[in-house]
Every structure is written in structure tokens, then in C-alpha cells.
């Protein structure tokens, strides 16, 4: 049942709304004032407020942007005796759902509240994803490497600073990009994800740049490259150690000039980006062979995060097979399994050549193929 507050002075009018909607069968309550009944949204969690204008204490519109600052989904739709067009906009900008006039027509307010209803459901929905994408991409381990890693990420997060993230494979070099963007001024903001060890050299260009229609054999429309997608946004260029040095002199270019040109094309494009990259190569071995620029090197290591590898970081790997026992469950809708110690022990002392990526396939696995405890055996036969 949708739960509703009336915030109202005029004591019939909340009656009068509050017998509509709860035949309608909604859960409603009221307040007499705008103090009233911000403290009461504040402490409950409701769906949808009606809120009049004009009130004593505090009027509709402060109530409106205090509940915007406190990024309660309740959606907010404003009543009022005057009705008039700047109101209704003011209300708008604010952050308002909608704008009533009083006396309300009953069929528009049931319809408004419907809507309202739906649009906090998928408030709740949006926030409740995106915390549970923010616990699967979560960094676990205590071991000093792995916290001085964790540190440099809260520092650099909050600033628009380059990083250039480097790891063997399977490391969590791409956590490590997402939790950056996740915890910066960006995150409302497209994260967009390139991989330029899959992207053959002749078609690199194209992927981060776009390209006009007919710029090439089979470029039969236009389309807009990673740059522009990630516009406003983080744009993460996972392995640029493979990409060719005729993309990277355009890297180059994008990051001094925060312009790029689509492929065929000859205009010039403003983009807005924050750059994150990750490799598992060396660098600076790579631009004594040849092999990558020194300048774009410079560009993107303005801040430099090793992820080391999971057998640098033994200690961690209890805490990381709790974490995958428990999102594979959450996956599966399954109780979640155990791990014997010795099992545990056993993980342990494996190469771990896949590092954290290895390490969560085996633990799906065994969650797969063993009963509700996994025992050694059952590690010795899968892993």
C-alpha cells in the first residue's frame, strides 16, 4: 500500500483529500503545517506528499527544497489556492512532480498521485541498484597494499585528476576505475568502459572518436564515439598499453585540448572528460621499445595506483571468498555456503595466476558443485 502525507493549514481541505485517497485505498496522513510536515518526511518514508503553498512556519517551497536536499525519494506535489503560472514554474524548477490547483479535479489528482507513486518506486528501485553495484564493485582486503590502494582512491576521487591504474590481469584494475568514479563529482554521469586490447588497431579510432557517414568501407551512418558517449562523464580506457600510436597521438590531442574530430570529419568537438586508464604492461619499458608515447604517459599518470597481484595480499583472500560466496548466492537466490578452515587454508596457498578474477570463478565453481560446506576435497578436485 502507497503511503501519502497531506501537508495542509486548512484543516477541511485535508480532510477532504485524505477521505478521496483513502478510499482509493492509499495509506495517508497529514500535518498542519509545512515544520510538521517536514519532520514527519523526514522520519517516514513516504511515497508521494501533497503540500500546499502558502503555510505558517515554513511554506510549501522551503519544504519543497529541504526534501530535495535530503534526497528523499517522496515526490512532491504542490496544492495550491493560487494557481498561477510563476508558482507553477518555481515549483517546477524546485524539484516539484507536479502542480495543483485548489479546488482540485478529482480525476487529474488521482491520475498525478498515480503517476507520482510510480515515479518514487523507481527512485527507491534506482537507489537500491546502484548500492548494490556499489557493493560488487566494493575493494576488499585489509593487507597494507590493498588499504594504501583504497586510501589514494578516497583522496583522488573528489578531484578531476588523471589516473593511470596498472596491475597484472585479473588484479582489479577496473574496480579500482569504477570506485573512482563511483565516489567522484561524476558519478550521476555515464562511466563508459573501453577495452583497447579488443578493439583491432584499424578500428580503434573510430570506437573512441566516431566517425562520419562514408568516412570508410561500411561506415554506412554516423556514430558517435566513446568520447562523446562519456561526455560530462569518466571515460576508462582499460589496457591502453595495446592501443596504436596513431590513436594515441589523438588521445593525446582530446586530452590537451578537451576537443576531438570523428573519423571523415573536420570539425572540431568540445568534450568534457575524465580519463581513468589501466594496463597491465610496463609503461615505461613500453616508450623505451617504442612502443607507447612518452607525452600521452605524462598526460594520464598524474596519479599512478598499483593494484598488486592476490599473492602479494594472501591475508585478504578470507575476506574476498566471504564476499563471492555471499554475491553468488545473492545471484543464484540460494542460501549461502561455507567454507571449511582447511579449505580456506588450501586457497590460500594456491598461485592464484588469475588473481581476484580467479579467485571469484573457483568460488563460483565450488558453489556450483559442492553441498552446503565446502571441504577440502572438494577445493583439491575444482580448484
Same mark, same amino acid.
Given at each position: 500500500?502507497?503511503?501519502?502525507?497531506?501537508?495542509?493549514?486548512?484543516?477541511?481541505?485535508?480532510?477532504?483529500?485524505?477521505?478521496?485517497?483513502?478510499?482509493?485505498?492509499?495509506?495517508?496522513?497529514?500535518?498542519?503545517?509545512?515544520?510538521?510536515?517536514l519532520d514527519m518526511i523526514?522520519?517516514?518514508?513516504?511515497?508521494?506528499?501533497?503540500?500546499?503553498?502558502?503555510?505558517?512556519?515554513?511554506?510549501?517551497?522551503?519544504?519543497?527544497?529541504?526534501?530535495?536536499?535530503?534526497?528523499?525519494?517522496?515526490?512532491?506535489?504542490?496544492?495550491?489556492?493560487?494557481?498561477?503560472?510563476?508558482?507553477?514554474?518555481?515549483?517546477?524548477?524546485?524539484?516539484?512532480?507536479?502542480?495543483?490547483?485548489?479546488?482540485?479535479?478529482?480525476?487529474?489528482?488521482?491520475?498525478?498521485?498515480?503517476?507520482?507513486?510510480?515515479?518514487?518506486?523507481?527512485?527507491?528501485?534506482?537507489?537500491?541498484?546502484?548500492?548494490?553495484?556499489?557493493?560488487?564493485?566494493?575493494?576488499?582486503?585489509? =593487507?597494507? =597494499?590493498?588499504?594504501?590502494?583504497?586510501?589514494?582512491?578516497?583522496?583522488?576521487?573528489?578531484?578531476?585528476?588523471?589516473?593511470?591504474?596498472?596491475?597484472?590481469?585479473?588484479?582489479?584494475?577496473?574496480?579500482?576505475?569504477?570506485?573512482?568514479?563511483?565516489?567522484?563529482?561524476?558519478?550521476?554521469?555515464?562511466?563508459?568502459?573501453?577495452?583497447?586490447?579488443?578493439?583491432?588497431?584499424?578500428?580503434?579510432?573510430?570506437?573512441?572518436?566516431?566517425?562520419?557517414?562514408?568516412?570508410?568501407?561500411?561506415?554506412?551512418?554516423?556514430?558517435?564515439?566513446?568520447?562523446?558517449?562519456?561526455?560530462?562523464?569518466?571515460?576508462?580506457?582499460?589496457?591502453?598499453?595495446?592501443?596504436?600510436?596513431?590513436?594515441?597521438?589523438?588521445?593525446?590531442?582530446?586530452?590537451?585540448?578537451?576537443?576531438?574530430?570523428?573519423?571523415?570529419?573536420?570539425?572540431?568537438?568540445?568534450?568534457?572528460?575524465?580519463?581513468?586508464?589501466?594496463?597491465?604492461?610496463?609503461?615505461?619499458?613500453?616508450?623505451?621499445?617504442?612502443?607507447?608515447?612518452?607525452?600521452?604517459?605524462?598526460?594520464?599518470?598524474?596519479?599512478?595506483?598499483?593494484?598488486?597481484?592476490?599473492?602479494?595480499?594472501?591475508?585478504?583472500?578470507?575476506?574476498?571468498?566471504?564476499k563471492f560466496l555471499h554475491?553468488?548466492?545473492?545471484?543464484?537466490?540460494?542460501?549461502?555456503?561455507?567454507?571449511?578452515?582447511?579449505?580456506?587454508?588450501?586457497?590460500?596457498?594456491?598461485?592464484?595466476?588469475?588473481?581476484?578474477?580467479?579467485?571469484?570463478?573457483?568460488?563460483?565453481?565450488?558453489?556450483?558443485?559442492?553441498?552446503?560446506?565446502?571441504?577440502?576435497?572438494?577445493?583439491?578436485?575444482?580448484?
Open positions: 500500500m502507497a503511503k501519502l502525507i497531506i501537508v495542509d493549514d486548512e484543516k477541511p481541505i485535508r480532510a477532504a483529500l485524505r477521505d478521496i485517497l483513502e478510499y482509493e485505498g492509499y495509506d495517508v496522513d497529514e500535518a498542519k503545517d509545512g515544520e510538521e510536515g523526514m522520519r517516514t518514508s513516504y511515497d508521494v506528499a501533497l503540500c500546499d503553498i502558502r503555510m505558517p512556519k515554513l511554506n510549501g517551497l522551503e519544504l519543497l527544497m529541504k526534501v530535495s536536499e535530503a534526497e528523499k525519494s517522496t515526490q512532491i506535489i504542490m496544492i495550491s489556492a493560487y494557481g498561477n503560472v510563476e508558482n507553477a514554474v518555481e515549483a517546477t524548477k524546485r524539484g516539484a512532480f507536479d502542480f495543483i490547483t485548489k479546488p482540485p479535479d478529482l480525476n487529474r489528482l488521482l491520475i498525478t498521485v498515480r503517476n507520482a507513486i510510480e515515479r518514487s518506486k523507481l527512485v527507491q528501485e534506482t537507489k537500491t541498484l546502484k548500492k548494490r553495484i556499489y557493493k560488487l564493485n566494493e575493494i576488499v582486503g585489509e =593487507s597494507d =597494499s590493498i588499504r594504501k590502494v583504497k586510501d589514494t582512491i578516497n583522496r583522488v576521487a573528489a578531484t578531476e585528476a588523471r589516473v593511470l591504474v596498472t596491475g597484472a590481469n585479473g588484479s582489479g584494475k577496473e574496480m579500482v576505475a569504477k570506485q573512482i568514479h563511483e565516489k567522484g563529482s561524476r558519478a550521476n554521469q555515464p562511466l563508459v568502459e573501453v577495452n583497447c586490447a579488443a578493439i583491432p588497431s584499424e578500428l580503434i579510432e573510430s570506437e573512441l572518436f566516431g566517425h562520419e557517414k562514408g568516412a570508410f568501407t561500411g561506415a554506412a551512418a554516423k556514430r558517435v564515439g566513446k568520447f562523446e558517449q562519456a561526455d560530462g562523464g569518466t571515460l576508462f580506457l582499460d589496457e591502453i598499453g595495446d592501443m596504436s600510436l596513431s590513436a594515441q597521438a589523438k588521445v593525446l590531442r582530446a586530452l590537451q585540448e578537451s576537443k576531438i574530430t570523428r573519423v571523415g570529419g573536420d570539425k572540431e568537438i568540445k568534450v568534457n572528460v575524465r580519463v581513468i586508464a589501466a594496463t597491465n604492461k610496463d609503461l615505461r619499458q613500453e616508450i623505451v621499445n617504442g612502443n607507447f608515447r612518452e607525452d600521452l604517459f605524462h598526460r594520464l599518470s598524474v596519479i599512478m595506483i598499483h593494484v598488486p597481484p592476490l599473492t602479494e595480499r594472501r591475508g585478504d583472500i578470507p575476506l574476498l571468498a566471504d554475491d553468488i548466492a545473492t545471484e543464484y537466490g540460494a542460501p549461502v555456503k561455507e567454507l571449511s578452515p582447511d579449505a580456506m587454508d588450501y586457497l590460500q596457498s594456491l598461485p592464484w595466476t588469475g588473481n581476484v578474477r580467479e579467485l571469484r570463478n573457483v568460488i563460483e565453481r565450488l558453489v556450483i558443485m559442492c553441498g552446503d560446506e565446502i571441504m577440502l576435497d572438494d577445493v583439491k578436485a575444482y580448484a
